[in-house]
């Protein structure tokens, strides 16, 4: 292990034995851990005031065997740390392709995903480029792979507006808004952070990402394997990175109730540190992006293209959030002036209420209607099903019912004692 200190802290190394798949299956054994188990042990670890690294000592076998237990195995964790071999080749090969490798362990690591995603945050991240970018925030821009030509060109002129005031673009860079926004700013000299869900190494040497990469505009980060295909649950998983690496998010478009635009946009607006979350109104534009205005998500002002473009949010916040004020000062308002009424209604009920005779039980209570459903012949099941209550109850009723001789059984149906003169004072028919 000695041979990677001078690329990797040792806490890094420790947490790449762990979670990392090294180009394999994450089915191959051992398998990696998960981001929850991985939780769980640096848990156990902190609670003992140890770091990963203390797992790579001579003693350090022997205190997974005495502390670990339960859902997680002591010898699955002892043979992933004992990957060494796997690990040197796999570092070798990522470095020679430009990777970099942080772990939550890196005092490098950004603070923005550890602030806002706390233990969601991921173990390890995989980039390549600029990695001071991933502390400057900027406008996350957001939206379907399949956009028409109006919504790509509207993603442009916003990537290319926040270019020109300094502003960075953070997205998915996945196919459709998403590399339109990226590769909009980077073509005019801005920055941008792409946080990738697969592909990691294709995308660090392909053509378009070059020139930024070169010259320290952008930075491609990755929290799984950089050799990684595509898998649909780490795309919508993706999502909230991008969200926790951002000021400000403009979804362009969005499917309604499908899709990790969706997804990711309804995550962040419940989150209590969300971020504001925009939307487009402008143009043909789908149905998800006016429920995503219902759910809590901001219109974007409109032709923002001659204004300073933080200045006009800031603006337009401020105006939704009085305007949200407003309303529920109204909401307010409005229950106030009907609570004298409310509160005389109750009176009222009260003052007759003690002039009414209320029954004494719920049988006294239930028997006129009990007597209705008997003007004819029904079973006891029937009649449960009628009052919607349990057959058992029914029968107890019915009981009493015989014994006061309001009711009388038939074989196995139940029906009115018509002999009964008191049943009109029950109001039955």
Not at 81 to 103: P, Q
């Amino acid at each position: 292990m000695a041979v990677l200190t001078h690329v990797l802290q040792p806490d890094t190394q420790a947490i790449l034995l762990l979670c990392a798949g090294f180009g394999q299956s994450r089915q191959a054994e051992p398998m990696p851990l998960s981001l929850g188990e991985y939780n769980a042990l640096a848990q156990k670890l902190q609670q003992q005031n140890l770091r990963p690294a203390d797992l790579l000592a001579t003693d350090g076998k022997n205190w997974v065997f005495d502390e670990i237990n339960g859902s997680l195995s002591p010898q699955r964790i002892v043979h992933l740390l004992e990957r060494g071999a796997m690990l040197a080749v796999a570092v070798e090969d990522w470095t020679n392709k430009g990777l970099w490798i942080l772990s939550r362990s890196d005092e490098t690591y950004p603070q923005r995903l550890k602030q806002k995603l706390k233990h969601l945050s991921p173990p390890i991240l995989y980039g390549v480029g600029n990695p001071d970018l991933l502390s400057e925030g900027g406008l996350a821009v957001v939206g379907s792979r399949d956009i028409d030509g109006e919504g790509l060109g509207y993603t442009q002129r916003i990537a290319e507006k926040c270019a020109e005031q300094g502003i960075q673009i953070v997205s998915g860079g996945a196919r459709g808004v998403d590399q339109t926004a990226m590769l909009a700013a980077i073509s005019v000299g801005g920055k941008s952070v792409g946080i990738l869900a697969d592909s990691l190494i294709k995308a660090a040497v392909s053509m378009k990402y070059r020139s930024g990469l070169r010259e320290g505009r952008v930075a491609l980060i990755s929290p799984y394997d950089p050799s990684a295909g595509f898998n649909a649950g780490n795309a919508m998983n993706r999502n909230k990175h991008v969200y926790a690496l951002a000021d400000h998010a403009l979804v362009i478009n969005s499917s309604y109730e499908k899709g990790g635009t969706w997804a990711g946009a309804k995550e962040e607006l419940k989150r209590a540190n969300k971020i504001p979350v925009w939307i487009r109104l402008e143009g043909d534009i789908p149905q998800g992006n006016h429920q995503l205005v219902k759910l809590g998500a901001i219109p974007f002002p409109l032709q923002p293209w001659n204004r300073n473009l933080l200045d006009l949010l800031e603006e337009a916040e401020q105006i939704h959030k009085t305007e949200n004020q407003r309303n529920a000062s109204k909401q307010l308002d409005l229950r106030e002036a009907h609570q004298p009424e409310i509160q005389s209604n109750v009176i009222s009920y009260q003052e007759k209420e003690c002039t009414l005779k209320l029954p004494k039980d719920a049988y006294e209570a239930v028997l006129p209607l009990l007597l209705h459903h008997l003007s004819e012949p029904k079973g006891d099941k029937e009649v449960a099903d009628l009052l919607d209550v349990g057959v058992g109850q029914v029968r107890l009723w019915l009981k009493k019912a015989i014994q006061e001789r309001f009711v009388e059984k038939k074989k196995t149906n139940y029906v009115l004692n018509r002999d009964n003169k008191q049943l009109h004072l029950l109001s039955v028919n």
